[in-house]
C-alpha cells in the first residue's frame, strides 16, 4: 500500500496561493494584487504584482486614490499585476498559458492578456464588478475565447513560517 500524503494542496490553491504571496510584495496601501501566470503543463511561467515601474520610487510616487490633480493619484503610474507578470516574463511565448490574479482584471491587461496568448484567467475576488473597466475586460475575454472562471475557495489556511 502507498503511503503517499493525501492532504497536499491542489494546482488551483497553489497558483493561488502564489499569486496571493507576490500581491503581499505591494506597496499599495488599498489593494495588493498578485497575479501568477502557469504553463499548460503546470508549470509557472512568471509572477508578478502590483506596483510603480523600476526608477519610480515608493516613497515619492503618491499611493493616494483621490485627488483633484490626477498626477498626484497612483493609478497614472501604477504597472498592474498582471501586466508586471506578463512583462516579467523572460521565455519565448504564453501562448496557451494560464493566469491566476487574486483581483478581475481591468480593461488594460485585459488588452494585454489577450495579445500574450493567454487562454484562461482564473481570478479570486471580482470587487470592482459593474464598473467600466471590468465590463469591457468581460466583453473582450468572450470575444477572443479567453476563459474565465472563478477561483473556488477552500476551507485550507496555509501558514508559512519565514
Ligand atoms: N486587476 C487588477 C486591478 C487593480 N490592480 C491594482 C492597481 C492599483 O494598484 C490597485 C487598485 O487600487 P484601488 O482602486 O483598489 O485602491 O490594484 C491590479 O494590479 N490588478
Ligand atoms: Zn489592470
Given at each position: 500500500m502507498s503511503d503517499k500524503r493525501t492532504d497536499y494542496i491542489s494546482w488551483d490553491e497553489y497558483f493561488m496561493a502564489v499569486a496571493r504571496l507576490a500581491g503581499?510584495?505591494?506597496?499599495?496601501p488599498n489593494s495588493q494584487v498578485g497575479s501568477c501566470i502557469v504553463s499548460p503543463?503546470?508549470?509557472?511561467?512568471s509572477i508578478g504584482y502590483n506596483g510603480f515601474p523600476r526608477g519610480c520610487s515608493d516613497e515619492e510616487f503618491p499611493w493616494s486614490r483621490e485627488d483633484e490633480d490626477p498626477l498626484r493619484t497612483k493609478y497614472v503610474y501604477v504597472t498592474h499585476s498582471e501586466l508586471n507578470a506578463i512583462l516579467n516574463y523572460r521565455g519565448g511565448s504564453l501562448e496557451g498559458s494560464k493566469l491566476y490574479v487574486s483581483l478581475f482584471p481591468c480593461n488594460e491587461c485585459a488588452k494585454a492578456i489577450i495579445q500574450a496568448g493567454i487562454k484562461t484567467v482564473i481570478y479570486a475576488e471580482n470587487k470592482y464588478e459593474g464598473t467600466p473597466a471590468v465590463t469591457a475586460s468581460q466583453m473582450m475575454f468572450a470575444a477572443a475565447g479567453v476563459e474565465v472562471r472563478k477561483y473556488q475557495a477552500t476551507d485550507r489556511v496555509l501558514e508559512i513560517k519565514v
Open positions: 503581499m510584495r505591494s506597496k499599495d503543463d503546470n508549470k509557472i511561467l
